[in-house]
C-alpha cells in the first residue's frame, strides 16, 4: 500500500491548495486520454486519484496521519494483528486476544467486522474478510474516465433529435439529449468508461452545438431574419418561413415596414423546465438593385402618403 503522500509528491504538511495543485498537474499528466499506449499511466492515474481522494477528505486525511487506517484507507493492523497475542492458527485460521476463528468451523464473521469498523465499510470489502489480513473493507479503483466531445447539429439541439455515438470500444449507442442541452452540457455514461478491478469508469460527453447559416439562439428563443418582397409588405402576403421542425405558413400584414418582428409560439428550444421557447421572425424587405420598372414607378411617384419616417427622431 502506497503513502499517498508519496504518490502524489506533497510533503505530509502540504495545504489543501498544495494537494489540489499537485493531483491537477499528475493528473493531467497520466490521463488515459494521452496515454492510450501506456496501460501503466493509466494504472498510476488510478493510484494518484485514489490519494488525493484520501488526502482531500480531512477526516480520511486525519486518521490516516494517527496511523489508524493506511493508505487505501483500511484500519491499519486490526484485531492487533503484527504484534501482541494475535497471530495465524495452525490449521487455516487465526487467533486474537479475546477471539478464535476457525477456517473451517464455518463461522460468520461479518457481524463482528460490522460492528468494530461499520456495516458500510465492511460489506464494500465483499461482506467481510478476504483472505488477507488486510483485505477486508478494501474498495477496488474503479477505471478511469473517458471524455468525449460531441458535435451536435443547430435543428437536432433545438428538437432534441436522438443522436447516434461511437464509443472508443467500437460499439454504437443512442444518446438521448436533455432538455436545455446548449455548448458545454456534459452528459455521464455510467461504466463507458476505462475497465478496472472496482468496475469501468465512466464516458463523460460534453456537447458543442454548431452554428446555423440562418437560425441563431436567444436563450431559449430562436431568431431568424426572413427576407420578403416590396409587393409583399405592402400588399401583405402568407408566405413559407423555416422553423427549426420545419417550414409552416406565415402570414404577413399589408403595411408591413423593414424590422417587424413576428412570433411563432413553441418554435424554439425545449426548456429545462418543460415546454418550449418561440421562434421570433424579423421581416427584411428585399429591395431588388436593378429593376427598372420599380425605379420608373418611384421616380414616377409623389410619396405624398408617405410621410417623415424619421420625424420622431427631431429630424
Known amino acids: 500500500m502506497a503513502d499517498p503522500y508519496q504518490t502524489l509528491g506533497v510533503a505530509r ?27 501503466k499511466a493509466a ?44 497471530g495465524p492458527r495452525p490449521g487455516g485460521g487465526f487467533r486474537s486476544e479475546g477471539f478464535e476463528f476457525g477456517a473451517g468451523e464455518g463461522a460468520d464473521m461479518s457481524d463482528i467486522f460490522e460492528g468494530l469498523f461499520g456495516g458500510a465499510q465492511a460489506r464494500r470489502g465483499g461482506g467481510g474478510f478476504s483472505g ?32 447516434r455515438v461511437t464509443l472508443g470500444d467500437g460499439k454504437s449507442i443512442e444518446l438521448k439529449l436533455p432538455a436545455g442541452v446548449a455548448t458545454g452540457t456534459q452528459m455521464r455514461l455510467a461504466g463507458k468508461g476505462q475497465p478496472g478491478p472496482g ?16 437560425f441563431v439562439r436567444d436563450g431559449d428563443d430562436v431568431r431568424i431574419d426572413l427576407p420578403i418582397t416590396l409587393a409583399e409588405a405592402v400588399l401583405g402576403a402568407k408566405v413559407k418561413a423555416p422553423t427549426v421542425d420545419s417550414a409552416v405558413m406565415l402570414t404577413i400584414p399589408a403595411g408591413t415596414s ?47 402618403g408617405a410621410g417623415n419616417p424619421r420625424g420622431a427622431m427631431g429630424v
Open 13 to 39: 504538511t502540504a495545504t489543501e491548495a498544495d494537494i489540489k495543485k499537485a493531483y491537477r498537474k499528475l493528473a493531467k499528466e497520466l490521463h488515459p486520454d494521452r496515454n492510450k499506449d501506456n496501460p
Open 43 to 86: 494504472e498510476r492515474f488510478s493510484q494518484v486519484t485514489n490519494a488525493y481522494d484520501l488526502l482531500s477528505d480531512k477526516d480520511k486525511r486525519a486518521r490516516f496521519d494517527r496511523g489508524e487506517i493506511d493508505g487505501d484507507g483500511n484500519p491499519a493492523a486490526p484485531f492487533g494483528f503484527g504484534g501482541g497475542g494475535g
Open 132 to 163: 488477507g489480513f488486510g483485505g477486508f473493507g478494501r474498495q477496488q479503483p474503479k477505471g478511469a474516465d473517458i471524455q468525449y466531445k460531441l458535435q451536435v447539429a443547430f435543428t437536432d439541439a433545438a428538437t432534441l433529435a436522438a443522436q
Open 199 to 214: 468496475g469501468a469508469g465512466d464516458a463523460l460527453v460534453t456537447i458543442e452545438v454548431q452554428p446555423h447559416r440562418f
Open 258 to 304: 423593414s424590422g417587424r418582428t413576428l412570433r411563432l409560439k413553441g418554435k424554439g428550444f425545449h426548456k429545462k423546465g418543460g415546454g418550449r421557447g418561440d421562434q421570433l421572425v424579423t421581416l427584411m424587405i428585399d429591395i431588388p438593385a436593378d429593376d427598372a420598372d420599380l425605379r420608373t414607378f418611384v421616380e414616377g411617384w409623389s410619396g405624398a
